[in-house]
């Protein structure tokens, strides 16, 4: 099955700081990856699908690149809301995989 | 409005079953391939099934072939889960979750079910 990986586990930043997550695919996927925002005891959240694009609604402060079987989540000033779990989901195999998660806490 | 609501979670010994659903409202479910994620406490998110508009196809994770099935009826606006055999590492929040187009990513999610196996 094809893996994912995630980098960081956790970071701890603070409100203002430029955040990059990455995301690594055993094998290539581009560009079938979407990211995803988690607060404690919610539902996850879409933030960007296909690599790069913005899902509708969410902050220009997130956005996403990457190919082939690396890719990157950015949040380019971090916010008060923005402290959550952060995953990565490929969906170009089935069983589709999730990263393992990063957490972002308050410095 | 636009939304997913899961039921069914609950208690079940292991070896049991159980049968979750996930009521859809304010869209057209047979627009949509569905999907399942489950989270265990304090873990990440697990893929667990897919189906596609039709019910024609049917995908799974390793851990749960031969004893979930996913099923749907789009003429009630519902999705399902039926577990058989299940064990203690099936305890998990149950997410639904649709798929908004091809490529497109997981775009409306339910509340989630908790499914709690243990004796």
């Known amino acids: 099955d094809l893996q994912m990986t995630q980098s960081p586990s956790s970071v701890s930043a603070s409100v203002g700081d430029r955040v990059t997550i990455t995301c690594r695919a055993s094998q290539g996927i581009s560009p079938w990856l979407a990211w995803y925002q988690q607060k404690p005891g919610k539902a996850p959240n879409l933030l960007i699908y296909a690599a790069s694009n913005l899902q509708s609604g969410v902050p220009s402060r997130f956005s996403g690149s990457g190919s082939g079987t690396d890719f990157t989540l950015t949040i380019s000033s971090l916010q008060p809301e923005d402290f959550a779990s952060y995953y990565c989901l490929q969906t170009h195999t089935f069983p589709f995989t999730f990263g393992p998660g990063t957490r972002v806490d308050v410095k | 409005e636009v939304q997913l609501v899961e039921s069914g979670g609950g208690l079940v010994q292991p070896g049991g079953s159980l049968r979750l659903s996930c009521a859809a409202s304010g869209f057209t479910l047979s627009n949509h391939w569905m999907t399942w994620v489950r989270q265990a406490p304090g873990k990440g998110l697990e893929w667990v099934a897919n189906i596609k508009e039709d019910g024609s196809a049917k995908y799974y994770v390793d851990s749960v072939k031969g004893r979930f099935t996913i099923s749907r009826d789009n003429a009630k606006n519902s999705l399902y889960l039926q577990m058989n055999s299940l064990r203690a590492e099936d305890t998990a929040v149950y997410f639904c979750?649709?798929?908004?187009?091809?490529?497109?990513?997981?775009?409306?999610w339910g509340q989630g079910t908790l499914v709690t196996v243990s004796s």
């Open positions: 979750a649709r798929v908004a187009a091809a490529g497109r990513g997981l775009d409306l």
